[in-house]
């Protein structure tokens, strides 16, 4: 047996991928290690979303230069959005890499660590195919690990928003056949998952590009009916794609998490104008009340990009109101950055400067933090259904699950209630979490924390 190490940059769609890779690799002999020291094979699958993310990758990469001088033998591939992006230019930059391959060819990893193995090359794979094909698994999938699956959907986007690489690194949109979709989740809800997460870079445009499809919310309603499944999540979505059909879905189907995350970037309409998202911020409102009216737990979540090219001090004021006037469980900010091939990086200089940038990043999050601890609060008292996902990270000697809303919460319990559903009562909240006790099926709490607020 030989030792893979890998490295994931990046969403979820990327983690996802990156366990595809396990099991692509573990068929032609490989099997994970978490010491880069001893592993045989290197692998980082990258993201490229953020000029950040792409840095941390360049540096990693200079790290194990030295390693590979050290031991020849070791091949160091590198996958995932940044590798889509550079191409073969990645093996001119850094010399000590010996395969690339893009965000359309994980199924031919085994193949091509297998020519770098016995004949030396250097491959590189950066293919576009507009069939999804390459997003099935290989046969005999491993068991499944836990009651929490991903399952991808869809990849790629058909949008054009100014300042993201998306769809130049994942592709045009391509869905995968739903029965192909339907049988993997009923797979897997034998198999003990009880909750799955959708992935795609825009999933409520499901099957818009196939026709004779099902739509998404069609798609919705057959995973609804599969038995042993609980709960269904999905991510991520864009705003125009939110359709009425959607807001329904929410109000219908059972096993559908009352939890949406629907990035807005910008509370400005001249920003989401230059940014080409195609909706102002009355429609954004406009959809989230409708969805409210006919869902009221709703727990929305969003991503804000601060200091996009010429975003005045009042165009960032908007989106401070946005985030009031919505009040958001959670949210993901970022500050800009241009990507190449980008229409933003083109057309506007990256216009506000650095210090400013973070500012405005540092004021959203703590406006948020306010209003998460508020929404937090509020939830003290109430009884919650827990998936438990194991020992909490933070909170020593305690386990941790999420509600149905997307929130954490941590209570004491045997680590044993893992991958089972609870009813936890909320006795305490921070912004990030919450804090609980579980509730016996006699409606008796089973155990006693000291509860109150962080
Ligand atoms: N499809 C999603 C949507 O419609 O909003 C977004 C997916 S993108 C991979 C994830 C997030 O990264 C975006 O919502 C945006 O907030 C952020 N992002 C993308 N490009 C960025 C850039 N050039 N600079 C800063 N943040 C960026
Ligand atoms: Fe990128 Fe999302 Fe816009 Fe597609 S919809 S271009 S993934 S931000």
Sequence with gaps: MKRLYIQTYGCQMNQHDSDRIVQILREASYITTDTVEEADLILLNTCSVRDKAEQKVYSAMGRWRELKARRKEVIIGVGGCLAQ??????????????????????????????????????????????????????????????????????????????????????????????????????????????????????????GKTTPGELTFPQLLHRINGIERLERIRFTTSHPQDLSPELIEAYAELEKLCEHLHLPVQSGSDSVLERMRRGYTRQEYMDRIRRLRDRCPGMALSTDIIVGFPGESEEEFERTLENLCEVEYDEIFAFTYSPRPHTVSAKMYADDVADEVKRARLAKVQRLQSEISLKKNREKVGSVEEILVEGPSKLRRGQIMGRTRGNRIVNFSGPEDLSGKMVQVRITGASANSLLGELVGEDGVFTTVEAGGTE
């Design 85 to 206: 992006q550079e191409g073969e230019a990645l093996l001119r930059r850094v010399p000590h890499l010996d395969l690339v391959f893009g965000t359309h060819n994980i199924h031919k990893l085994a193949q091509m660590v297998r020519a770098v193995e016995s004949l030396g090359d250097r491959p590189v794979e950066v293919a576009f195919y507009r069939e999804p094909f390459y997003l099935e698994d290989p046969d005999g999938r491993p068991a499944v690990d836990g009651a929490k699956a991903y399952v991808t959907i869809m990849q790629g986007c058909n949008n054009v928003c100014s300042f993201c690489i998306v769809p130049y690194v994942r592709g045009r949109e391509v869905s995968r056949p739903s029965e192909k979709i339907l049988s993997e989740i009923e797979r897997l809800a034998r198999q003990g998952v009880k909750e799955v997460m959708l992935l795609g870079q825009n999933v409520n445009s499901y």
